[in-house]
Structures are given as C-alpha cells and as structure tokens.
C-alpha cells in the first residue's frame, strides 16, 4: 500500500544517522531533552521523512546516536507511543504506526478526486481555524518546541520554493499539535491540492513576509493557549493568503494577455 496514505508498508530499518537531533541556533526555543526528541521525531513522522512501518534504530544505538541518555530516550518514546505515533514491542523495536483504518480509506476515497481549487480553499476555511483551536487546547511541549523552531527565523529572504516547504510544514504541525488524526489527514490532503498554487503566495517578498507573520500570530496564540484568538488568527491568515494569491494569478494572466 502507498506510504503517502499513511498505510503501512514494508518495514523500512531507518539509520541512525536519519534521526539526528538538529543543532539549534543560539536563543532557539528548548524543552527538556526527552521533549526535544519526541519533538524532533514527531516531526519527522509528521512531514513524512519517517513512513508507516519504518523500523526505529535500538534504544541503545539510537541514544548513542542523538548523544542522550537511554532514560530521556524512553520517555520521548513513552510520549510518541501515548500519541498513537509509534509501536514498541519487546524483541521486534520500535516502528511508525500506520494511521488509523478510517483516515487510510478516507485517503483512498479522496486522493484521485476532481478537485478544484475553489473548493479546496473552502475546505481550508472551514477545517484550518478549527485545526488552529483545538491546537490551542492540546498541544505539547513537543509541539511548541518544533513549531518556535521552525519559525525561529524570518523567510523573506528564501526562495519561494523553501518559503512554501515551510509553510506547508508549518500548517502539517498545527494538525499534529490538535491530536485529531482524522482532520489532521484531511488537512494533509489540502495541502498537496494546493501546494501548486500556495506558491503564488510566496513569490514576492512581501508575500513571504505578509505569511511569516500570519504564522507568528497563529503559534502566539496556540503557544497561550487561547483557542478564540488562534481561530481567529489563522482566519485572518487565510483571507490575507487567499487575496495574495489572487493578486499574483492576476497579474499572471495579465502578463500573459496578447
């Protein structure tokens, strides 16, 4: 079955050297050092660099590897395995867990659907404010860490392409932060819909810049932990993403007249 879909697959060992703890820059946000790693890895599994079915390195070669103890090592694992995310059994290690049945068959109903656009947008509406509250309620330590990290630094400056990557993890990581696999699944789909056209939002600087702070505000609110004011920050996100696009396929068609 297709890893894209969160089914399970063959069970792929993964090197210790995938997993490697990235080096924070000075002031970055920090947790404890089991909530930096269960952060790491959730991400990992989160953007899909760590598949269904992939087969973790052994706790003593995986903390050796990360440079922590075997104790902070099993508590992040005890974090990923309460979030449903992992599966530890004795004598077979750990391994990604598939998604749950109904968010795989929800992905084998939609996946080659005529999907416009429009419509997509529309569903952005309606589940990303949502997604956005409830991360505001639930997330974790390890969420917040990943999310800080991520928005550590300001992305003007990048190409479009990375600006629209980091976009997309970002709003990958708002789903994981509202522990709703169903919506998060949903979400995941809307962001490979619209990721062609999501990139006109990023095509200017002040378009980067306009996204960047979006963000800021929505993760202020999660981070307070105030589900109103993170709602109302990723509508605001949303109209002010919806007009940038708008404005470039605009001046696109407009370039593009005889």
Not at 112 to 127: F, N
Not at 151 to 157: D, F, G
Not at 161 to 172: N, P, T
Request: aromatic share 2%.
């Amino acid at each position: 079955m297709d890893s894209t879909t969160g089914a399970p697959g063959h069970r792929r060992p993964v090197p210790s050297s995938a997993l490697e703890l990235p080096r924070l820059s000075p002031g970055a946000f920090r947790g404890s050092v089991s909530t930096e790693i269960s952060a790491h890895l959730e991400k990992l599994i989160a953007v899909g660099e760590l598949k269904p079915g992939d087969r973790l390195p052994s706790e003593r070669e995986l903390a050796a590897s990360l440079g922590v103890s075997r104790a902070s090592l099993r508590e992040a694992m005890h974090e990923l395995e309460a979030k449903h995310l992992v599966e530890r059994r004795p004598g077979r290690g750990t391994t990604v867990r598939p998604a749950p049945e109904h968010v795989q068959t929800l992905y084998s109903q939609l996946s080659d659907a005529d999907h416009q656009l429009r419509d997509v947008a529309e569903l952005r509406g309606a589940i990303e404010p949502r997604l956005a509250e409830l991360a505001a309620e639930r997330a974790t330590a390890a969420n917040l860490v990943e999310l800080e990290n991520l928005l550590r630094n300001p992305v003007a400056e990048v190409a479009p392409e990375e600006s629209l990557r980091l976009d997309l993890e970002f709003h990958m990581l708002i789903a994981a932060a509202s522990q709703n696999p169903l919506m998060s699944a949903i979400n995941t789909l809307a962001c490979s819909w619209t990721s062609s056209t999501r990139v006109l939002s990023h095509s200017t600087r002040y378009a980067r810049e306009v996204s960047y702070l979006g963000h800021r505000a929505i993760l202020a609110a999660v981070a307070a932990g105030n589900p109103a004011e993170a709602r109302d920050a990723m509508i605001r996100h949303l109209a002010d993403v919806a007009e940038l696009t708008r404005d470039r396929f605009e001046d696109g068609a407009a370039e593009g007249a005889p």
